[in-house]
C-alpha cells in the first residue's frame, strides 16, 4: 500500500510568483486535505476536496485554490506569493469522508524570497 | 486561524521518565486526536478520543478525552529516545465534519 506522496520537496519562489504543489493519496482514501504549517506552528486546515468538489475552506484568500482529479490525487495552487505563505504544505488523505483518521504526506516546505 | 492552547511549548527529559502533555480549549470538541511530527515529515496519528472521559493506550502512550469535552492530556511511560519528536493535538468541532483544529506542538527532548 503506497501512502500519501508530495512534490516538489522543496521550492524557492519569489513574491508575486505563482506555485503548484501536488499530493498523491493513499491508495483508495477519496479525501484530499490541505494545510499550512508555519514555523514552530501546528497545522492549519486551508481546504478539503472529495470527489473533485471543494468539501470545506478554512480562513484562507481566494489567491489559495486547489484541484482533485479522478485518481483522487489533488494539487494547491497559490497565487501572487507573499512572503508569509513560506511555509511546510501538508496534504493528508482519508476515507470515507468525515473520517478524522488522516494520513499525512511528507509535506511540501516552500520558501518565498 | 483558530489553535488549541496546548502546554508546555517543550520539554527536556531524561530517558525513562514519564511525560504529560495536554490541550485546552474554549470550545467542545467531538473529537479530540493526538499526533506525533518527525523532522521533515508529517504528522502520524498516535491515538484519537470520540467520548468525554473515554481513556485510550496506545502502547506506553495514554490519553484521555477531559470530561468538559474542552480538554485532552497525553501521557508517555518510560520514556525512549525515541519518543523525540513535535505532539501535537487536534480537535474536531462539532458542527465540521472535515476541519481539524491544532495545538501549537509540544516538543519533547531527551537529555543525553
Known amino acids: 500500500e503506497t501512502g500519501v506522496t508530495q512534490s516538489p520537496t522543496h521550492l524557492i519562489k519569489t513574491r508575486g510568483q505563482q506555485v503548484t504543489l501536488r499530493c498523491s493519496s493513499q491508495s483508495g482514501h477519496n479525501t484530499v486535505s490541505w494545510y499550512q504549517q508555519a514555523l514552530g506552528q501546528g497545522p492549519q486546515f486551508i481546504f478539503q476536496y472529495y470527489r473533485e468538489e471543494e468539501n470545506g475552506r478554512g480562513n484562507f484568500p481566494p489567491r489559495f485554490s486547489g484541484l482533485q482529479f479522478p485518481n483522487y490525487s489533488s494539487e494547491l495552487n497559490v497565487n501572487a506569493l507573499e512572503l508569509d505563505d513560506s511555509a511546510l504544505y501538508l496534504c493528508a488523505s482519508s476515507y470515507p469522508l468525515g473520517s478524522d483518521t488522516q494520513y499525512f504526506g511528507p509535506g511540501t516546505r516552500l520558501t518565498v524570497l | 486561524g483558530q489553535q488549541l492552547n496546548q502546554s508546555p511549548q517543550s520539554m527536556f527529559i531524561q530517558e525513562g521518565e514519564d511525560v504529560s502533555m495536554n490541550c485546552t480549549s474554549s470550545?467542545?470538541?467531538?473529537?479530540w486526536l493526538w499526533y506525533k511530527q518527525d523532522p521533515g515529515e508529517g504528522p502520524v496519528l498516535l491515538i484519537a478520543?470520540?467520548?468525554a472521559g473515554e481513556l485510550t493506550s496506545n502502547g506506553r502512550l495514554t490519553a484521555q478525552f477531559g470530561i468538559t469535552r474542552k480538554d485532552s492530556f497525553l501521557n508517555i511511560s518510560a520514556s525512549i529516545p525515541s519518543d523525540v519528536g513535535i505532539y501535537f493535538c487536534?480537535?474536531?468541532?462539532?458542527?465540521?465534519?472535515?476541519?481539524?483544529?491544532w495545538g501549537a506542538g509540544t516538543k519533547l527532548i531527551i537529555k543525553p
Open positions: 470550545s467542545i470538541f467531538n473529537t
Open positions: 487536534a480537535g474536531q468541532l462539532p458542527d465540521s465534519n472535515y476541519q481539524l483544529i
Open positions: 478520543l470520540y467520548k
